[in-house]
């Protein structure tokens, strides 16, 4: 008999979205719902995250600098920065429901991130929480991404 192991994060990702219809409302929710969590998981990732998950970030802020010099969309990387440092929370709940909300997170990003001003603002923003984390400066990371994360509320269509 063979069993696999079904795990939470990997259901909630595909299920998620099948439950949700997304809209104007709905991705403003979302925000303010990122709002009370991220801050928190960027405080918590400046002091708890490894040598390891700050040279991924790293990585992937390279990535998506690239992706803006070249003037590419770079909601991928974007993506990927704020979900890598969730998981850098040490906060498995935090990382499981970053990754259930990925589908209406990559929506919100398609809207925050439509013009070339915007991919270098938010690379800018990832960079200064990347190096608060760095510098293990939990209280600028908390502030950081919640400047970040209101900036990025901004963009989105009202209606």
Known sequence: VLVQTAYLSNILKVVGPLVTTITPQILLNLFDFRL????????????????????????????QKTAVENNQMSEEMSFEFHLRLMQASHNEVIATVSLFLSELQRQSRHLTLWNKERREDAYCEHKKVFEAIKNHDS?????????????????????
């Open 36 to 63: 009370a969590i991220e801050p928190y998981g960027a405080a918590q990732a400046a002091k708890l995250a490894t040598e390891e998950e700050i040279k991924t970030l790293q990585e992937i802020l390279e990535v």
């Open 139 to 159: 209280e600028l990371a908390f502030q950081i991404m919640k400047n970040h994360l209101l900036e990025a509320k901004e963009q989105l269509p009202r209606e």
